[in-house]
């Protein structure tokens, strides 16, 4: 039995699988922050402790830097007592199989996208993953590719505007992520009128306001319209970059931002040849990632 494991800020997924990458069980868990990474150790045992028969195999996508080779996390940015810890080597003592990987949860869903959703049927396919954070992976005929431990394709830290002695910078995660959208709809809401559709779907939400982009674009709403034009344009800005690192045949872009759809792939597929050379055009085909929160588990399965 091949088992697949999510482990994120806010929600672990443990789900078994086939060679296909088909989830046949699931078993989904709310992350409690205050019980830490040991909280989520405890799910995952008492779940492998449930199952009817053996495991033979574990794949697993990690929210945040692991060392590949070595199943040692370095850190989670979200959830406590996770650093210097070796997942790699608890699994093992906990089932014996043989066969065990950790991935970054990036590395996992890009592979998941690459040969099951979005990417499918393409050689070299990039993934760009817009929620929380924005992050990244590269697969190169049905393989994750691996840079230096434990960095890999963090796309969300390239720079946009450099840092200087008093400007702190700018990435593309401090402009393209979930919440920094959030913040850029907050800064507008003063300023619009009454009638605004986006101003009426918001409402006195605090936090989560990007997810009313796309019904206040159905709407005809002109602010909706120039921020999903925006943040498209710079994330293709970003990723301009890893067409001329990697050329990849196509980009998938998935995460929570993805939810706008259409408009944010159309912003992307029309900013994006404006920021690449002559000799790479065109530039690569935009999809929208189509495994939704199975991403990281159907990746991980795939891994092994």
């Known amino acids: 039995m091949k088992l697949g494991i999510e482990i994120g800020g806010t929600k672990l997924q443990i789900v078994t699988g086939d060679n296909t990458g088909k989830i046949v069980q699931r078993h989904r868990f709310v992350v409690d922050k205050v019980a830490g990474a040991g909280g989520i150790l405890t799910h995952i045992e ?3 402790r449930q199952l009817r028969q053996p495991v033979s195999a574990i794949g697993v996508g990690f929210g945040g830097p692991v060392n590949w080779q070595t199943g040692q ?10 650093s210097g810890f070796n997942l790699g080597e608890w699994l093992y003592e906990l089932t014996g199989a043989p066969t065990i990987r950790i991935e970054n949860d990036a590395n996992a869903a890009s592979l998941g996208e690459a040969l099951h959703g979005g990417g499918r049927g393409f050689k070299n396919v990039f993934y760009v993953t817009v929620g929380s954070g924005v992050g990244g992976g590269m697969v190169i005929d049905g393989q994750i590719y691996h840079g230096a431990v434990p960095g890999e394709a963090e796309i969300g830290h390239l720079w946009l505007v450099p840092p200087g002695d008093d400007f702190p910078g700018q990435t ?8 920094a959208v959030d913040q850029q709809i907050r800064e507008l809401l003063p300023q619009l009128p ?16 990007a997810r009313f982009l796309h019904p206040a674009y159905e709407q005809n709403d002109p602010v909706a319209n120039m921020l999903i034009t925006q943040v498209g344009s710079v994330l293709a800005l970003g990723l301009s970059h890893v067409v001329h690192l990697f050329h990849p045949d196509a980009i998938v872009i998935g995460g929570g931002l993805s939810l706008i759809g259409e408009p944010l792939r159309a912003s992307v597929r029309t900013a994006l040849p404006r920021f690449v050379m002559k000799a790479f055009q065109p530039a690569p085909v935009i999809l929208m990632a189509k495994l939704g929160e199975d991403a990281v588990p159907v990746g991980a399965l795939s891994m092994v």
């Open 172 to 179: 593309v995660e401090q402009t393209c992520s979930g919440w």
């Open 46 to 48: 008492e779940t492998i």
């Open 73 to 82: 996390i370095a850190t989670s940015h979200q959830i406590e007592g996770w």
């Open 194 to 209: 009454a009638d605004s559709p986006l101003k009426q779907l918001v409402g006195d939400q605090v936090g989560g306001e």
